[in-house]
């Protein structure tokens, strides 16, 4: 999420807020307590000195978060301090000793060239067990059903403008989606259709007046078929939006500062549904063909929706921002004259005069990965971002930002996968020096070198994936075989295994 | 547009509104004085009788505007009356004598089976001249400019509630095009990128102060690229914007009832724009491969921008309706129950107690061809419906309606096209009961039995589509040969071949 932030920091470190202190636990039940995130910190700051603090009962709260990473790694004090090291940039993934992550999933991460202090990005990787809510029907639960669900889950968690909000999705999405699931338990494992309503919760009101019932007849004579697989999308979704108010109500006390971009994996009752908010990426490698499975959410991706939302509701522009985009800053001396613009409704550009309120900055504005929202952020979803202000002023951005995700499914019974058949997830450190065939080749080579049934082919396949981002030191950089520079930034990756030693039949 | 618009018609009729009378001239330059568009009618009252008046110098400016058929058809009184015939139903196409349309493209349309009083679909093909405006740079014209431009164009306009906006359009919106497109004439045949900034028009102000100037410093130091196709797209999108706006303006004066999808085709300098706005459809058919050219703007793809809307501006709701979307009615005994629903934010499903604004009607309801906005209208995307109010309410429908078409773009220079490569353009009569592998069947099946320099072969295949989709009269109904119910919509079918007699080059 390197550069995907601008000024932002500024603001949020000036806003003062309390000095860390231990977090109360979350709303959430069952949920563990954590450790607590960073404190504000400035993304550029020089890196942590080795050994400051990073064993695992931290000396302090700064230091204890600002060395968190994934659990699965099982870092050592020492390994922990590699981790952290920018000058080296040693590719981390889980000991190949011990247990396995589930599926034998491959993982690998590094920290990015120095550009912010600690390593943004989080990862989590568990398998989740759903004990349904009593019966949703009322009545008491019958023998056969009620037996709760298993879901496994990836989630890579871009962080940025500090760490606080990827760790705290790191460690709590995943339960916000089993809170979602809860009351679905019994209905997943029923053949029958969803039903469509419910008897009252305890304490609810029973039937009321219908005095605010509106005249027009009913359009539709039959009922709308509801999917099992759309009331997983629905929980999916839900959850994300409970995990980002989670974050507004907790941001002053637990100090969750910054952003995060999410990119999540569910696997449940055979299929797959990857969740993507941001500009991390998920494809699917399978038998050499490339299908991609999320979309980036970026200020280009975006455009019309936020210029939209700038035109309706022009006080989130505070009289600073145009929702019009021009192909560059529009000039004083340019009124009167005529320049290209689009506008919420056009993906064309066309002439107009400019006004004097063209003269204000561009809501959108930049290209690739320099494009931004308010001239501030790169990203247009994700969680967290409560305090995000534009540079120089008190305008708010996160009401132009999203927390929804756009959730794929993908039915791996359709299929009869090959161990050389995964799911690659990485955050935009990968993608942005490599393509989705780059991938594929790396697929083919790294997994060609190994037995099928040797579980460590698929981290062998991450690590390979994050140091050809990251290339090698060399000629004042990070630079790739080609010569190209590498990714500086924060660089995580998932592979999946669609079959193979890691069934999960 | 069968069944597309629910309960309007009462609304425009009880609108009152002058009598008809003669239009005044359009806003446009060179508009020619066109018949008047028919004045308010319920879209299921009895067919005409035949020889109710349907010669070409019109009794009555009712009658005129009610008989109005593309004049490309050049029908005679008879073929008036027979293309006014719900009974018959005959197709009607271009003679065969006399001047071809260009291209040789192809066209056939049918009446409706009864369903309303005429024909609401329309149709034009023009070959339009684009004049250049005095040089954009301000300077004397270079002799090697300015030579002008042309464009080929064809549009189907499929009606609703009434006639006129259809009629209308057909007449005028490739005016507006022109018009769009006469600031771009130099400009299109520079081969170097559009300047993004023109000098002022006279008699516009000059540099000004920039107080208003904010202070972020720009975050993009280039500038963005602008092509020579985004200028055209964006000339149609606002074209399509001024003919609505030009609809709005004259409504009351010239009777422009109802509203109308519009799906156009511009070709120009190498390039096949398909505008769509509505539920036509267009595919072009190439080597038997399908390449779908538009996409279909109804309740059910466009739910969440209305969704979003209804939420964003809630007064636009009236208090009558709810911007949630259930799956079906729900019930004033369902209060505090909990019942399955979406917001704009969500494609999954979820549960959420009932509560008493929930028992407003919802914004968007209804599955397939029977999805409405409002519970009134069955397409979202259009020209006029300015009008248009829900039943029993003064509520208006059209904020949620755009006027915007998508353009998708098609370069005929990047491949060899062959005389069966064609484009299909048909309203939603055509494709109800039509898949699109049934087209490419059926454009390979007629084709081939004409040699390919046969110019009549695209009417025929026109005529074998519009044919396929209404079917014949058997067992009271019209059907098709696999005893299923044809279409009894108005159907309307252009065939643009992309290549061969027609060749443009």
């Known amino acids: 999420m390197l550069n995907r932030v601008r000024s932002a920091v500024a603001h949020l470190v000036s806003s003062g807020g309390a000095p860390p202190s231990r977090p109360k636990s979350p709303d959430l039940p069952n949920a563990t307590s954590a450790p607590p995130a960073a404190p504000p910190q400035a ?35 020492g390994g922990l301090r590699r981790a952290d090291d920018h000058a080296g940039r040693a590719v981390q993934s889980p000991p190949d000793t011990g247990r396995r992550l589930p599926w034998s999933t491959g993982y690998a991460e590094v920290i990015n060239a120095g550009k912010s202090r600690h390593n943004e990005d989080q990862a989590c990787c568990e398998v989740v067990y759903v004990e349904g ?29 500090g760490g606080g909000a990827a760790e705290m999705a790191s460690r709590l999405l995943h339960r916000h989606i089993r809170e979602q699931l809860k009351d679905l338990v ?36 039959s009922q709308k078929e509801v999917t099992h697989e759309s009331l997983v999308v629905g929980a999916i979704e839900n959850a994300f939006q409970l995990m980002d108010e989670q974050m507004a109500r907790e941001r002053r006390g637990h100090q969750v500062e910054g952003g995060c971009c999410a990119l999540v994996v569910v696997y449940l009752l055979g299929k797959v549904y990857v969740a993507n908010a941001g500009d991390s990426r998920a494809i699917i490698v399978r038998n050499g063909e490339i299908i991609p499975m999320s979309r980036e959410f970026t200020p280009e ?5 936020l210029q939209l939302l700038g035109f309706l509701k022009p006080e989130l522009l505070g009289g600073e921002f145009t929702h019009l985009e021009f192909p560059r800053r529009v000039q004083p001396k340019e009124l009167g004259q005529r320049m290209l613009y689009r506008d919420q409704n056009m993906t064309g550009w066309a002439y107009k005069k400019i006004e004097l309120e063209d003269l204000r900055f561009p ?45 794929r499914v993908y039915d791996l019974t ?34 060609s ?51 193979g030693p890691g069934s999960y039949s």
């Open 43 to 77: 993304p550029r700051s020089p890196p942590a000195r080795a050994g400051s603090g990073g064993a695992a009962p931290a000396r302090t709260v700064e230091a204890r978060a600002s060395f968190s990473r994934p659990t699965f790694l099982q870092l050592s004090p």
């Open 449 to 499: 070198a190994y037995e099928p049934n040797d579980p460590s082919r698929y981290t062998a396949l991450a690590q390979a994936l994050v140091l050809g981002a990251r290339g090698t030191p060399r000629d004042r950089g990070w630079r790739l075989p080609n010569n190209k520079l590498g990714s500086g930034d924060d660089i995580s990756v998932f592979v999946i295994p669609l079959g």
């Open 301 to 305: 991706t975006e455009r019309q929706r």
């Open 363 to 407: 809501l959108v504005c930049g290209e690739g990965k320099k494009a931004r929202v308010m001239a501030t952020i790169g990203v247009t979803r994700g969680l967290g971002d409560h305090n995000l202000r534009v540079c120089s002023s008190t305008l708010p951005i996160k009401p132009f930002l999203s927390c929804f995700p756009e959730v």
């Open 414 to 447: 359709q299929y009869e996968h090959c161990p050389d058949d995964v799911l690659v997830l990485g955050t935009d450190g990968l993608w942005d020096v490599t393509s989705d065939c780059e991938v594929a080749a790396t697929v083919d080579r790294v997994l």
């Open 186 to 221: 019994e209905i997943l494992q029923d053949p029958l259709p969803p039903p469509l309503c419910l008897p009252s919760t305890p304490g609810a009101p029973g039937s009321s007046d219908s005095s605010q019932l509106v005249g027009p007849q009913s359009c539709w004579s």
């Open 133 to 161: 809510r009593r019966s949703v029907s009322g009545a008491p639960r019958e023998p056969s059903r009620g037996q709760g669900l298993c879901f496994y889950y990836w989630g890579l968690f871009d962080g940025h403008a």
